[in-house]
Each structure stands twice: as structure tokens, then as C-alpha cells.
């Protein structure tokens, strides 16, 4: 998931820029409204947390003009603790929640998670498909009830799958949902990342669509009897295939080790 922090303290921004990247999200970070609301024009984000008293432009503009553009990113603003007038009006402007300054980190975390889910139409707090299970609050991933271990970026794309079956997402599109503008992107980062995925949670779990991307099957395929080699042991085409005309996934990049 990739985030947009709003927040012009120094010293509070990085502090939760280094709370959200330890969460597994991709942060942008700016520290005036006339940015906040350029990144906001040019880049697509799945949440924003947004300091209301900003240089250049305030906070509330940013938002109301964010929302005359019908833009539904969900909207976390943060306030100080006594100023209840500057709740009502970020609630009023279109924002769906808000968190109190000095940050909870704990309850921040939560919140985001809770807009998230609100977000993507979901009320349960666990992504369930299938033989497999995410829990975005402990990041803990099961497999047939049995942990298994995804580095930050391997569980980033996954959830990014899972939570929309049936939807054909691009590389670029799950690039954006792993890298800040600061990351360095290696060209077959993505396709690595999906064939770790597929040796870890079986071949045919995520479907390349060639020329298009990468998609997770609207229904689950019925339980395999067998987890040796990850499935049922059977490689299908569709499943090594990768959009550019082979799985690179042994071949290097990143390797998914973040």
C-alpha cells in the first residue's frame, strides 16, 4: 500500500515515516500543501495523512480540493488534541477519520488499517481466499493454518492481489503500490517478487494475464490434498508464464528480500 504523508514538523514527519515504512507501506512524505496537493494530481495513493496546518496551502483546501476533483482516497487528518473545531471542519471537507496529535502510533496504525478496509468494501479485519489467510495488523500470512514467511515487498503484492480477485493489476500499478518516490525500482523487481510467491504458496495461485499483468482468480480453486512443492505439485503454463514472455524470478533483481 502506498501512502501520502502531509506534515511540515520535521521530527513528527519522520517519525512516522519511519513507524509507516516499518508497517510495510510505501510513504511518500511532503511538508507544505502546494506539493501535497501536486502528488495528489499526478500520483495515485490508497491513503493520505494530512496535517491540516500546513505552509502555502492549508490542509483543508488541499482536501476539498482533492474532493471537487470526486476523488475518493480515504483522508486521515491529524489535529491537536483540543482542536475540536478543526476536526469538524476536516470532517465536513470530506475527510474520513481523524487522528490526534501527539500520534499514538499504535492507534495510528489502526485507523489507517480500519480506512483501508473500509476502502476495499471489507468489514473483517482478515483477507481469507481460499487455503490462504493475511492478517494486515501482525502482517502474519497462513497457509493452511501454517505461517508462512513473506518479506515486506512478497506481502505487499499479495495483498495487493488478494484483495481484489479477479482484477487484472499491471506491473506499473503494483510498482506503485511498492515504492516511494525515493526507492530505487529494479526492472523485473515485480516478477520476482510473484514467482517467490508462487513457490511459496503454490504455482497457480497468481495468474499471469500476458500483456496485461497479474490477477488473482475471483473464486479460490478447490483445496489441494497435498502442500508438498507449495500445491499439487502441477505447473501450468499460465502460472510460469510472466508478462514479458518468461518468468525472470531466478534471474536476480531484488530478490524480494526487503
Known sequence: MRLLLVEDDVMIGESVLDALRGE???VDWVRDGAVADSALRTEQYDLVLLDLGLPKMDGIAVLKALRTRRETTPVLIATARDAVSARIAGLDAGADDYVLKPYDLDELSARIRALLRRAAGRAEPVFSYGRISLNPATHEALLDG????????EWAVLEALIARPGMILSRAQLEEKLYSWKDEISSNAVEVY?????KKLGPDLIRNIRGMGYMIAKEPAPASPSRDGGGDGRHTPEADSVEDGGDSGDGGGDGGGD
Open 146 to 153: 501454517e505461517p508462512v514467511a513473506l518479506s515486506q515487498r
Open 24 to 26: 510495510g507501506y510505501a
Open 194 to 198: 510473484v514467482h517467490s510467491l508462487r
